[in-house]
């Protein structure tokens, strides 16, 4: 079974190196998809980025949750070797970009869907 993909702030870290699982974007997709985290739980994470002619390639990196008691929050303990941009993935397509290139807007999809923008 493929890992749920959920956007993360590749930034966002606590005193021990891992991503904490708390910004805007994370919680989006976490309610988008209907996840509810848990300790152990394996999760592809990406972030926005682009390859050298400016294009979107996202970084994508496997992160295994934790409940971080020091946070107060989730966070995922992630492989920062293991870091690689999605056109690196054999057969992973940029899910999550429509043909402009930019992220839907998670909370007008319907609408978006309806006019043809996705």
Not at 11 to 17: G, H, K, R, S
Not at 94 to 105: K, L
Request: aromatic fraction near 6%.
């Amino acid at each position: 079974m493929t890992a749920p993909r959920v956007h993360a702030d590749l930034q966002n870290l606590d005193d021990e190196n891992r991503l904490r699982l708390n910004c805007a974007g994370t919680r989006q997709d976490l309610e988008w998809q209907g996840i509810e985290l848990r300790e152990g739980m394996v999760l592809t994470l990406y972030t926005d980025d682009a390859n050298d002619e400016g294009l979107p390639d996202e970084l994508l990196a496997e992160g295994i949750v934790h409940y971080s008691d020091t946070e107060k929050c989730w966070v995922a303990a992630i492989d920062w070797q293991g870091i690689s941009h999605a056109s690196k993935k054999p057969g992973f397509a940029a899910i999550g970009t429509n043909f402009s290139g930019a992220r839907p807007d998670l909370d007008n999809l319907d609408a978006q869907h309806d006019k043809g923008t996705l």
